[in-house]
């Protein structure tokens, strides 16, 4: 753009699902600050549906429009029990059957586990590093709870979550409801051993991770602050993580812990992980040393081209763009939002490093509200299970962008690693550790600053 000249590129898209506006430059409103309804920049997209998380990315070639649209098939496809002609691999034990059945809608999942649309699984391991610093897999379990398995095949265990609830008064009197979890794991193939650690995941949303992906390194170090030089209790730090790709440390930007480093790892460690379908990435069986193996010798099950599909087209999901951002109490809420602190380590925003290949993914402001580093949340949300440079108590700040969708794309939404929180409000009642005095400053507003707050969140 030069001079006073600003303007919009739109495209209307018409589709099953409704119409969306896709935006493909960043549009200047007449102060000349870039239009705050851009989450993602030229990756943005408007759509108010259930689908707003599922829009390619604007500018794809026809080619890249192609291998997007096989990678959201393979994305959606149930995989099945080989041998097989299609979608062969499956097991013999999983957590589900396809990607879309734990990230619905491309969005968060559910607190359930083993059933048909179960988004849970129970990460597992014991005290200690292994040779890359990561953490040690449990014996006949390896590093998470295949609660699922093939016909005539044994589960590794089962999965159960009930629920208690707390009641944390505001000082006005006013009260929100906590649903506190306790898991229990049910009749396991074999014996635990003593001083498994376990943690409860939710599946995450997978939209906008290719812009997270193009975040330099130099920009997400930048705001880490391990020994709080600045004194304000914030002590975000990056963690470093193995990535069997490269064969070497790189620093962890995906996964609840940023426990994982690239795009290709995740999607390759979801399928042998979550499904029990090996792949070139991880070529052996989830199974190894475990009577439920197959003992069919035809590793590597994914072929990589699909492999490499599935992985585009997570990289190449658009971001929805925030709603009501001139509403007057959004406004306040976004004010209110900085003032307590909860931008400390919710950072609105980042900015993505050049790539000639992508121009809406290249050298983006985006607002994704996450400094991808990890921090202390508290004891109330700790797991107990390091993971690389991620204790316990620590887990990357979560992205905030679309977290306003949730209903819609979920139909009921859940928040936090493990679903517990019903509302965003019981959410950040949650918040501990370095957060817990953002969450006081909260506690401290009025019953309409807080609900500004709310509202803000609910434009994201």
Request: charged share 15%; aromatic share 10%; glycine share 10%.
């Amino acid at each position: 753009m030069h001079g006073n000249k600003k303007f919009v590129v739109l495209l209307l898209l018409v589709s099953m699902t409704g119409v969306g506006i896709w935006c493909t430059k960043p549009s200047l409103f007449p102060d000349g600050d870039y239009d705050p309804r851009l989450s993602g920049g030229m990756a943005t997209v408007f759509d108010l549906s259930s689908q707003s998380f599922s829009h390619p990315i604007p500018g794809l070639s026809s080619w890249d429009s192609y291998v997007h649209e096989k990678g959201d098939q393979l994305f959606e496809q149930n995989f099945v029990a080989a041998p097989a002609p299609l979608f062969g691999g499956l097991g013999p034990v999983f957590n589900n059957v396809s990607c879309i059945s734990c990230h619905h809608n491309d969005g968060k999942g559910t607190p359930s586990f083993g059933a048909v649309n179960s988004s849970m699984l129970m990460r597992v391991s014991l005290p200690g590093e292994d040779a890359h610093g990561g953490p040690i897999p449990v014996p006949g379990f390896g590093l998470q709870i295949q609660d699922r398995s093939l016909l005539g095949v044994q589960p590794e265990a089962k999965v159960s979550v009930d629920y208690h609830d707390s009641l944390v008064y505001y000082p006005d009197g006013s009260w929100v409801k906590l649903h506190v979890p306790t898991y229990t794991i049910h009749n396991p193939y074999i014996s635990l051993p003593s001083g498994v650690m376990f943690s409860p995941r939710m599946a995450p949303p997978v939209f906008g991770m290719g812009l997270l992906a193009r975040v330099p390194e130099a920009e997400i170090l930048s705001h880490a602050d391990p020994q709080d030089a600045d004194g304000d209790g914030i002590r975000g730090h990056p963690n470093y993580v193995y990535d069997p790709v490269l064969g070497q440390q790189v620093l962890g930007r995906f996964g609840l812990k940023a426990n994982v480093g690239s795009l290709l790892t995740q999607v390759a460690s979801a399928f042998q992980q979550d499904m029990g379908i090996t792949n070139t990435v991880f070529p052996e069986e989830n199974v190894i040393g475990q009577p439920q193996a197959d003992g069919l010798h035809d590793d590597p099950e994914l072929a990589d081209s699909l492999l490499q599909a599935v992985k585009f087209y997570v990289e190449t999901l658009a971001v929805p763009a925030r709603r009501n951002v001139s509403d007057p109490t959004v406004r306040t809420g976004e004010q209110l939002f900085t003032q307590i602190g909860c931008a400390k380590c919710h950072l609105p925003t980042l900015y993505t490093a050049t790539d000639v290949r992508f121009p809406a993914l290249s050298h983006q402001r985006i607002h994704p509200y996450t400094d991808l580093l990890l921090h202390d949340m508290g004891s109330a949300l700790a797991d107990g299970r390091p993971d690389y440079q991620a204790s316990g108590q620590e887990w990357r700040t979560a992205p905030l962008w679309g977290i306003g969708l949730f209903p819609k794309t979920n139909g009921l939404a859940f928040y936090l690693h493990d679903g517990r929180a019903q509302s965003i409000e019981e959410a950040i009642i949650w918040h501990g550790g370095e957060a817990q005095q953002a969450k006081e400053h909260f506690m401290q507003l009025s019953a309409a600053q807080r609900q500004a707050v709310i509202a803000f969140l609910q434009s994201l």
